[in-house]
């Protein structure tokens, strides 16, 4: 299967998202997009809300993208117990992982990345088609912070 390479990210100055290919030219971002009539046109952006589809879908067939996230629920004897997972990319392995909320905070603040990698769960497309993306983390920017 050939990889599609595809980014998401939010118009300068507004809160609507743009999807295509990401271009720099060395003092802004800017995705180049394909409207419906097939106009192309080279859209300014928010460096902060750029996102890379990892070429991955959930449940629904919608595209899963860098910052995308997910909830598990399972019941305990205390209660119900939500665990949030979240699409990252591990730079150090080149790929894209879920990994819950805690483990984000840990694998952006660890200096022991050897022992983290170690146990980091990847994405795997049989298990991505099994969860329901419900939110991301530039439209959501608080909704991790507790879970």
Request: net charge negative.
């Amino acid at each position: 299967m050939k990889r599609q390479i595809k980014f998401r990210a939010k118009y300068l100055n507004s809160n609507e998202w743009i999807y295509g290919y990401l271009i720099n030219d060395g003092t802004r971002f800017n995705i180049l997009y394909q409207d419906e009539s097939l106009l192309t046109q080279i859209i300014n952006v928010d460096p902060n809300t750029i996102c890379e589809f990892t070429n991955q879908f959930d449940a629904n067939g919608k595209e899963i993208y860098e910052g995308d996230f997910y909830r598990e629920e399972n019941g305990t004897e205390r209660g119900d117990e939500r665990t949030y997972f979240v699409c990252v990319f591990l730079k150090e392995l080149s790929r894209f992982a879920w990994l819950s909320a805690e483990e984000k905070f840990e694998y952006e603040t660890t200096s022991d990345m050897e022992d983290f990698l170690d146990t980091e769960m990847g994405m795997i497309k049989k298990y991505s088609r099994m969860i329901k993306v419900i939110g991301n983390t530039i439209d959501n920017p608080n909704k991790l912070d507790n879970a």
